[in-house]
């Protein structure tokens, strides 16, 4: 009698495979479509061999479905009984039954969707009630704008996708929350905050989940809109008396002639005479004059520091921002303030970016399908391009030839025409 083998399920469970020459019947490519589509009728119910399942036989697969039934069956589009198929698995060779037969043919253990389902209910039923708690626990049961922000949270799914961790992030903005209302005349670091609530000094940032929770929550509490910018951001939490960093995240310009005639508009028509790149922080931004550039002057924008450095060392006066790759709090800031044109690097990174700035206001620059296949033929280094294809809505075609060609083309590589155009 041939000796059962053994199979590790990537779970860690053991599971006692069928004897060889039985699975190599069973397996025959012939049934392959018959057991995949048995298969997910059986995620689908919970596991039950009944009912019927409509599957295409060709000639040889019905051969092979006869002599495991042990009765006739005609090729062609016929519906097979599952319970009929149980049986005979049981009382053949394979000695087991159609559940465990299936999950070895066809990759692994079966999904139960019915529990799982029920499972996905209650978790979030779960959810909802910690919510409940966490709100009460900190103080909020009785306040009308606590209602609101979960409703929000309803509506946004934003708990509901946020995996394990959500109720742990909502905790954090809660928390932060019953820190700042109570206390508000209180002068705080936003990272110093985050530390106390969260244990990391980034846990409040705007793009993390608790961070966005706790900024919506702190809106209704104070009767705000949601602040669509950063400086609509930092402008909330210094309502309570949350001062956020200022002075890391730095944005390069080139070139800029602001008209006041205050101190800080004449030092950086000093610099950009003196021919010195700025590195402008948010704090200062924050008391810049309303004018960085004459009026009506268009501030280019590149994605590349080496790009706004050759563009200094030609001696062009024009003004010029480079936003490091994704922009800083004060690049978003600048960006805000000036009518921009960006440009960045043909990749798929590069253009992901390109796409949030333009769709915050910034009008395209040389980021169109031409540009990209006039650099591609000036003859420039082949660069692949890897990753995960993004839209570009604001020329749809640009994503279909990027597809097609298959090459990224960096700044650098066009930098002679940038200049041209400067």
Not at 191 to 219: F, K, M, N, P, Y
Not at 281 to 294: D, F, G, I, Q, R
Not at 353 to 369: D, H, L, N, Q
Request: one cysteine or more; a neutral charge; glycine letters at 10%.
């Amino acid at each position: 009698m041939e000796r059962p083998e053994q199979d590790l399920y990537a779970d860690g469970a053991v599971e006692i495979m069928m004897p060889a020459r039985a699975r190599e019947y069973l397996a025959d490519p012939v049934l392959t479509q018959m057991w995949l589509k048995i298969r997910k009728r059986l995620e689908s119910n919970g596991h039950q061999a009944g009912g019927t399942v409509a599957v295409e036989l060709d000639e040889a697969a019905a051969r092979h479905l006869s002599r495991l039934l042990g009765a006739p069956v005609r090729a062609g589009n016929r519906r097979l009984r599952l319970a009929d198929l149980d049986a005979s698995l049981r009382n053949s060779a394979a000695g087991r039954g159609l559940v465990p037969v299936v999950a070895e043919l066809t990759g692994g253990p079966l999904r139960d969707r019915p529990s799982e389902r029920i499972e996905r209910a209650e978790a979030v039923r779960k959810l909802w009630d910690d919510v409940e708690r966490c709100v009460s626990d900190n103080g909020f049961g009785a306040a009308e704008w606590a209602r609101s922000w979960i409703a929000w949270l309803h509506r946004s799914t934003l708990l509901v996708r946020g995996g394990p961790r959500a109720v742990k992030e909502f905790e954090i903005a809660a928390r932060a929350l019953s820190i700042v209302l109570v206390d508000p005349g209180t002068s705080r670091m936003l990272g110093e905050l985050a530390t106390t609530v969260g244990g990391s000094s980034h846990s409040l940032d705007a793009d993390q989940v608790a961070g966005r929770i706790a900024l919506r929550g702190l809106g209704f509490a104070l009767g705000i809109e949601d602040p669509q910018t950063p400086r609509g951001r930092i402008d909330l939490w210094e309502q309570v008396g949350v001062s956020a960093d200022r002075v890391s995240g730095t944005v390069l310009v080139w070139g800029f002639h602001p008209p006041g005639r205050d101190t800080w508009s004449q030092m950086m028509r000093m610099r950009a005479d003196l021919g010195l790149v700025s590195h402008l922080t948010l704090a200062e931004l924050a008391v810049a004059p309303t004018a960085l550039v004459p009026d009506g002057e268009i501030v280019s924008g590149c994605e590349n520091p080496q790009v706004l450095q050759r563009i200094a060392e030609t001696g062009i006066s024009r003004p010029v921002v480079c936003f490091s790759g994704n922009p800083s709090s004060a690049g978003r800031l600048l960006a805000e303030r000036v009518r921009l044109r960006y440009h960045g690097d043909f990749d798929w990174a590069g253009v992901a970016i390109a796409g949030r700035m333009i769709a915050a206001g910034a009008e395209p620059w040389r980021m169109g399908p031409a540009d990209y296949l006039a650099a591609i033929a000036a003859g420039i280094p082949r660069i692949p391009l890897n990753g995960r294809p993004v839209a570009t809505p604001w020329q749809p075609e640009l994503r279909t030839v990027m597809e097609r060609t298959e090459q990224a083309v960096h700044e650098e590589s066009v930098l002679e025409a940038l200049i041209a155009d400067l």
